[in-house]
């Protein structure tokens, strides 16, 4: 009797188990596939992230005398324009700015500063466009001459320091693009210059008469 009464009650429980775990699945609400978001259609033109800017410092930059600053700014200018389907969309001489990110200064032993930098943005037209691109100078060790100095005379050459590093105003700089821009010019490239075909020059007929003359 006792194993009759277990059995039922083992019975009820598995029942119930079930009916939880039909009650759990319909409750569960059903998760919705979303579909990939369109890319924006446009007639107009793109200016593509990874477009080549060509850039040039407007200032110096040094380490002499611990000048330079990790997270100091600086400003550039496109030095050539840019130019979408034939039309000037980067003017030359437009502002550009960038950052220190390393500076180490010259040191004794020999050892040159150096100077690490990456470009952030230029502005055309009030818009600020993001850049990508890294650049550094190092200064000259002339490393054989230390050793040789340090190696004769030890004292004279621990009070021997590199040179300091130096990011010169004019000196070029080369960055690109860092997002895609849709510009107010339509996606169509300039139609070719039509030239008219030379007018055709009527050859003089010479008769039997006028050779004979």
């Known amino acids: ?16 188990a079930v009916q939880a775990q039909d009650m759990g699945a319909a409750a569960a609400p059903a998760v919705a596939e979303t579909a990939p ?3 924006l259609a446009t007639s ?4 593509r992230a990874g477009t080549p800017v060509a850039l040039s410092m407007m200032e110096e930059i040094t380490t002499k005398d611990k000048a330079a600053k990790v997270g100091q700014r600086f400003m550039l200018e496109v030095s050539a324009p840019v130019e979408v389907n034939g039309v000037t969309v980067i003017p030359a001489g437009t502002p550009a700015w960038g950052e220190l990110v390393g500076v180490r200064n ?10 690490d930098a990456k470009l952030l943005f230029l502005r055309v037209n ?21 050793v040789g100095a340090i190696a004769l005379v030890p004292i004279a050459g621990f009070f021997m320091t590199g040179t300091s590093a130096l990011l010169p105003k004019g000196g070029v700089v080369s ?7 849709e510009l107010a010019i339509a ?10 075909a030379p007018l055709a020059v009527e050859a003089e007929v010479v008769g039997e008469d006028d050779a004979s003359d």
């Open 37 to 39: 978001v369109p890319a």
């Open 44 to 47: 107009n033109a793109i200016l």
């Open 187 to 196: 996606n169509t490239k300039p139609a070719p210059m039509a030239v008219a």
């Open 106 to 115: 010259k040191g004794m032993w020999g050892k040159s500063g150096k100077l």
């Open 126 to 146: 009030g818009r600020q466009i993001r850049l990508t691109g890294s650049f550094d100078d190092k200064g000259v060790t002339g490393t054989a001459g230390v």
């Open 175 to 181: 960055g690109f693009v860092d997002e895609d821009i």
């Open 1 to 16: 009797m006792k194993k009759l009464i277990l059995t039922a009650a083992l019975a009820a429980m598995a029942g119930g």
